[in-house]
């Protein structure tokens, strides 16, 4: 099994709505990722979590808030976000072997529009 | 700093014509390089990756690429296309090396979108 879940499909919400997004894997990766991508632009990265430890955060505002709760779960929580924070969030795992070698399997993402 | 250039942000192609989606990477280290599909309204697909060794990679859906150390290239190529080859094509490097964690990040160009017609 190499897939990656993530729900919702699709969100829509206001500026002052709380929401989260979640992303799910079996395939006992030990390291997960969030991407942002806007229309016709590639995945930008927002962060990495490593053995359920975050690793890499890439000076997200932090109405975004990244969680792994266990190993093959991670959630984004979404506070008080802005309308040019709509976009498509794509969840990605990978071995955690950290060298470079792995390959990152991608979840169908969620398309967020926030009013 | 790395960086990836893939040189055609468009490449429209007959159908059961030959493809090539040209990749330029910059790096003054060795780095491992990916090439990945998005079909519309999906996540990425891995469709092949160079690691080492030889430098002609073949991939799924009929797709191959060949590494060129002294131009630093990476292209894409299909000897014959198919309409469910359209897609968005996005040419990715990593770093083995990387600090602060970075070792292994995919550092994306910024994706051709083939369209192939009837």
């Known amino acids: 099994d190499t897939e990656v879940t993530q729900t919702p499909k699709h969100l829509v919400m206001g500026m002052t709505n709380k929401k989260s997004l979640k992303c799910e894997q079996h395939?006992?990766?030990?390291?997960m990722y969030w991407y942002k991508q806007k229309a016709k632009k590639p995945p930008e990265l927002m962060f990495v979590y490593s053995y359920e430890k975050l690793s890499i955060n890439e000076s997200v505002p932090s109405r975004f808030s990244p969680e792994c709760p266990n190993s093959s779960l991670l959630n984004l929580h979404l506070h008080a976000l802005q309308p040019e924070d709509s976009a498509l969030y794509l969840c990605a795992s990978s071995q955690g072997r950290g060298a470079g070698t792995d390959t990152q399997y991608f979840g169908p993402g969620t398309r967020l529009t926030v009013l | 700093a790395q960086s990836v250039t893939q040189l055609d942000s468009q490449v429209p192609v007959f159908e059961e014509a030959p493809v090539e989606l040209r990749c330029n990477y910059s790096?003054?280290?060795?780095?491992?390089l990916f090439w990945y599909v998005q079909y519309p309204n999906q996540g990425l697909q891995l469709l092949l990756k160079y690691l080492s060794g030889s430098t002609l990679v073949k991939g799924i859906n009929g797709f191959e690429a060949e590494f060129n150390k002294s131009q630093t290239s990476f292209h894409l190529r299909k000897p014959s296309v198919h309409i469910s080859d359209t897609a968005e094509y996005f040419c990715a490097v990593s770093d083995p090396f990387g600090t602060g964690g970075s070792q292994g990040n995919l550092i994306f160009g910024k994706g051709t979108k083939l369209s192939v017609k009837p």
């Open positions: 790096s003054s280290v060795s780095v491992y």
């Open positions: 395939m006992g990766h030990r390291a």
